[in-house]
C-alpha cells in the first residue's frame, strides 16, 4: 500500500510541475491477482478509507502546487531550472506531503469487549429502539448558518439537544465574556479554522452576533469541548474519542505543514471542507446499534494537558462536526470521568442515561457536562435520607448553570450552585427539551441588599429542608435558622409558625418581609428595594419558523425555519404583596394626583407581563419577574 501511495504523490508532483493545469485526479483500479475475474469484489471499508486519504492527499498538493506557480513572478521562474526558489519550494511541500502520508497511523486505542459493553449498557440500555440510535447517530456539533443565530449550534434530531446545550452554553461564555482565552487555544490556528482575525475588543458590550468571525466561533467551540472534558476528568485528563474509520490523515492538523509554506501564505484553505467530504464518505453505512459496534469503531486517546488535548481536538473538529459528533462527544465526556465513577455518581446506576421512550438526554449526563459529575439531582451537596442512604446533588459551584421549568412545578429544587452559576448563562430544561439562556452583562448576577438577605436565608433553610425542595423544614431546623441569620420574631409569630408541627418557606418569608431590619426582617418603608431592569436572550437550536426573520415573496411575508434567539426585557418589580400594591401606589391624599398636597410614590406600576413557559423559568432565579419580547414567544420545547 505505501508503494501505491508513493506512485500517487510522484505523479501529483509530476503533474503539479507541469505548465499547463492538471487533469483531475481519479482513482485507477488496482491490478487484481492472476486467474480473478474482471468484477472486482467491493472494497472492505478500511480500504476505501485509505484510497479517500490518498486521493485528498494528491488533490491537496496539486493545488499547492499551483499556488505556487502562481505566486511566483513568471512562469519561467518556476520552470526554467532545477535550483529555482519557486521549484525548491513545490519539491519541500510534496515531500513534506510524503512524509506526513507514510507517518505511523495514531488513531488512538479500541475499547475492551467488556469496556464496550459497559458504556453501551450505560447509555443506552437494553431495550434501545433503532429511532433513538438513529437519533444520537445523526447529530453534528455545527453552528447555524443563519447571521443573526451564527452564534449557535443546530439541533436536527431530538434527544441530543442536552450535550449540545450544554456545549452551548460553554461557547457563549467564551464568545462573550472570555474572549481573550480563545487565543491560548492552539498557536496559528487559523491554518486550520479560517482565515478570520480574533477581535481583542470585549464581545460582552454587543449583541451584533452576525460579526463573529468562524474563527472565533470555532476557537470558542473546541476551547469549550475541552474544558468540559477535562471537567469531567477532574482537571487531569481528557479522552477524546473518534472513530477507526476515518484514518489519521484526514484528521490531522495543516498545521503540520512546512513552516515556508505558511509564511508564504500557500496554506490550502479548501483542504478544511474536502476533509469533511473525505469524512462524510467514510461514514456512510456506518450504524451504532450494539455494543460490538463500538467495540469495532470506537478509538479513544487521553491527554493529561490542555495544550494537547486543545491540538488534538483542533485535529479532528470535522469528525465532531459530522453526523456521529454529539455521541462521540458524550461518550469522550464519559471515559473522562471513568464508567466506574460515573456509576458512582448516580443514585439508580440500572436505569439507562439516555431516555426512554424519546431519546433526551438526561438530568445526570447534563450535570455531567456542566459540573463535571453524572449526578441525578440539581440541589446543592447531599440529602440524607437516613439509614445510611442519600441522594447526590451538586457539590461545587460551576461555570454556567441550569434552570428548568420542575421547580415552577414544583417537582424539584434547583441549588444555589446551578442557579448562580460565576457567568450568566443556563442551560433551561423542560419536559422534553434543553435550551439556553444568557445575559451580555454579568451584573444581572449581582445581589441587592434584599436579594443578598434573600439568598442568605433560603441557603439557612434549604440546608434544614429534608423534603427534597419541597419548601419546608421541622421546629428544630427552624429555630437554627432564627439563629443562623439573626432574625428576631416575637413569640406570636413563632407560636404561629410552629403550630402544625413544620415550618413552609412561603410563609416564613412573608413573616420576614413584615419584620422590621433592626430585627432582622426586610420591612422597606419605600417599597424600592429589589427593583431590577435587564435584558436576557434565549436560544433554542431547533429551527422553527420565524417572523423575526421572514422573507417577502409574491405571496406575502414567509417565515423562515432556522434557530430562534429572542430578545427579553425583563423587569423586577419591588418586594409587594399584590395588596399593598394597589393601595400604596396610589396618590397619598385627595383624588388629584396634581395638588400642592400630593405627591405620587416614585414606583410606576410594572408593564403587562407576557407569559411563555420560560418565563416560569425565569421566575425560578428571579421570582415576580415580568417578561416583554417581540414576535414569537421563546419556546423551550
Known amino acids: 500500500m505505501a508503494d501505491h501511495e508513493e506512485e500517487d504523490l510522484r505523479t501529483a508532483l509530476r503533474m503539479s510541475m507541469q505548465n499547463s493545469p492538471p487533469e483531475p485526479k481519479r482513482s485507477k483500479p488496482r491490478d487484481g491477482p492472476a486467474g480473478a475475474p474482471t468484477g472486482l469484489p467491493e472494497e472492505s471499508s478500511e480500504v476505501k478509507t485509505r484510497r479517500l486519504q490518498r486521493e485528498l492527499m494528491a488533490t491537496a498538493a496539486e493545488k499547492r502546487m499551483l499556488d505556487a506557480k502562481k505566486a511566483s513572478p513568471s512562469p519561467s521562474s518556476v520552470s526554467g531550472s532545477a535550483g529555482s526558489s519557486g521549484s525548491a519550494l513545490a519539491a519541500k511541500v510534496v515531500r513534506k506531503d510524503k512524509e506526513l502520508s507514510l507517518e505511523e497511523v495514531n488513531l488512538g486505542k479500541g475499547l475492551s469487549e467488556e469496556d464496550a459493553k459497559q458504556l453501551f449498557s450505560m447509555v443506552f440500555g437494553a431495550e434501545v429502539t433503532k429511532g433513538i440510535l438513529a437519533q444520537w447517530s445523526n447529530q453534528g456539533i455545527r453552528f447555524s448558518l443563519d447571521p443573526e443565530t451564527s452564534m449557535g449550534l443546530v439541533q436536527h434530531e431530538g434527544g441530543p439537544c442536552g450535550v449540545l446545550a ?18 491560548k487555544v492552539v498557536p496559528n490556528m487559523h491554518h486550520n479554522m479560517g482565515s478570520g482575525t480574533l477581535s481583542n475588543s470585549p464581545c460582552v458590550a454587543s449583541n451584533n452576533f452576525a460579526s463573529l468571525t468562524e474563527d472565533a466561533k470555532a476557537r470558542a467551540l473546541i476551547r469549550s469541548m475541552g474544558e468540559i472534558l477535562f471537567l469531567c476528568g477532574s482537571n487531569k485528563r481528557a479522552v477524546i474519542a473518534t472513530l477507526s474509520v476515518i484514518g489519521d490523515d484526514t484528521e490531522r492538523s495543516k498545521d503540520n505543514l512546512d513552516d515556508e509554506v505558511s509564511e508564504l501564505k500557500l496554506v490550502d484553505n479548501a483542504l478544511f471542507s474536502d476533509r469533511n467530504n473525505v469524512i462524510t464518505k467514510s461514514l456512510e453505512g456506518l450504524s451504532i446499534e450494539s455494543a460490538a459496534d463500538l467495540h469495532k469503531v470506537l478509538r479513544v486517546n487521553t491527554y493529561t494537558t490542555r495544550e494537547s488535548a486543545f491540538k488534538r481536538l483542533q485535529a479532528v473538529i470535522p469528525v465532531f462536526q459530522s453526523r456521529m459528533g454529539a455521541l462521540l462527544f458524550l461518550i469522550s465526556a464519559l471515559l473522562s470521568r471513568g464508567l ?27 450535570n455531567l457536562l456542566l459540573c463535571g459529575q453524572a449526578v441525578p439531582n440539581v440541589f446543592d451537596g447531599k440529602m440524607d435520607l437516613g439509614g445510611g442512604m442519600s441522594l447526590k446533588g451538586v457539590s461545587r459551584p460551576v461555570e454556567v448553570g441550569f434552570l428548568t421549568l420542575l421547580e415552577s412545578l414544583n417537582f424539584c429544587k434547583v441549588g444555589q450552585y446551578l442557579k448562580c452559576p460565576k457567568w450568566p448563562i443556563w442551560v433551561v430544561g423542560s419536559e422534553s427539551h434543553y435550551t439556553v439562556l444568557f445575559s451580555l452583562d454579568t451584573t444581572v448576577q449581582d445581589e441587592n441588599e434584599l436579594e443578598g438577605r434573600e439568598s442568605q436565608i433560603r441557603k439557612a433553610f434549604d440546608a434544614q429542608d429534608q423534603s427534597g425542595g419541597g419548601g419546608f423544614i421541622s421546629v428544630e431546623g427552624f429555630h437554627q435558622v432564627l439563629k443562623e441569620t439573626n432574625v428576631e420574631l416575637p413569640t406570636e409569630k413563632v407560636d404561629l409558625l410552629c403550630s402544625t408541627g413544620f415550618i413552609v418557606w412561603s410563609e416564613f418569608w412573608q413573616v420576614i418581609l413584615d419584620l422590621d431590619k433592626s430585627l432582622g426582617g426586610l420591612k422597606d418603608s419605600t417599597g424600592l428595594m429589589g427593583k431590577k431592569v435587564f435584558d436576557l436572550y434565549h436560544f433554542n437550536g431547533i429551527a422553527k419558523s420565524d417572523l423575526n426573520g421572514s422573507q417577502v415573496s409574491s405571496g406575502g411575508e ?4 432556522r434557530p430562534r434567539l429572542t430578545k ?20 397619598s391624599s385627595g383624588s388629584g394626583g396634581n395638588e400642592s398636597g400630593g405627591k405620587v410614590t416614585e414606583i410606576a406600576k410594572p408593564e ?13 432565579r428571579w421570582p415576580r419577574a415580568v417578561c416583554n419580547w417581540i414576535g414569537y414567544p421563546p419556546s423551550i420545547v
Open 568 to 587: 427579553l426585557r425583563v423587569s423586577v418589580p419591588p418586594r409587594w404583596t399584590p395588596e399593598e400594591y394597589m393601595t400604596d401606589v396610589a396618590v
Open 340 to 366: 466506574d465513577l460515573v456509576q458512582a455518581d448516580r443514585d439508580d446506576p440500572s436505569l439507562p442515561l439516555v431516555t426512554a421512550p424519546f431519546g433526551h438526554a438526561s438530568q445526570e449526563i447534563v
Open 558 to 561: 414567509t417565515p423562515v425555519q
Open 608 to 620: 403587562p407581563s407576557q407569559h411563555a413557559p420560560l418565563v416560569d423559568c425565569i421566575r425560578t
Open 166 to 183: 450544554a456545549i452551548q452554553a460553554f461557547v457563549l461564555k467564551y464568545l462573550l465574556f472570555c474572549p481573550a482565552e480563545l487565543g
